[in-house]
Nanobody, 125 residues
Framework: QEQLVESGGGLVQAGGSLRLSCAAS????????MGWFRQVPGKEREFVAA????????YYADSVNGRFTISRDNAKRTVYLQMNSLKVEDTAVYYC??????????????????WGQGTQVTVSS
């Protein structure tokens, strides 16, 4: 199966920017739709953004639309999440996910088969 490793998290001031990266080890990475989700203690995992296998279609949660941008580089087996105009409420552990072979709703975590370990993003006021 695919192995996903997130990086780029850290502490940033509100209004600032951060770019997350997710590196995949599998040779079939370019065949998978990819997504970013986030989770805070006491809350369920929340959809953030997704991108189709070709990169031709992107999807965003209303809470991040216009501020975050998802992209992918299949040659580098990497998906990115550019986070601009960060807010305190964006603080969470961010997870990269790969949909795998079966497909499903881009918005639902249950549609994704492979998950990274997560990277902490903390936005200070």
């Amino acid at each position: 199966q695919e192995q996903l490793v997130e990086s780029g998290g850290g502490l940033v001031q509100a209004g600032g920017s951060l770019r997350l990266s997710c590196a995949a080890s599998g040779r079939t990475f370019s065949s998978y739709a990819m997504g970013w989700f986030r989770q805070v203690p006491g809350k369920e995992r929340e959809f953030v953004a997704a991108i189709s296998w070709s990169g031709g279609s992107t999807y965003y949660a209303d809470s991040v639309n216009g501020r975050f941008t998802i992209s992918r580089d299949n040659a580098k087996r990497t998906v990115y999440l550019q986070m601009n105009s960060l807010k305190v409420e964006d603080t969470a552990v961010y997870y990269c996910a790969a949909m795998g072979y079966y497909g499903g709703s881009y918005y639902s975590g249950s549609a994704y088969n492979y998950w990274g370990q997560g990277t902490q993003v903390t936005v200070s006021s």
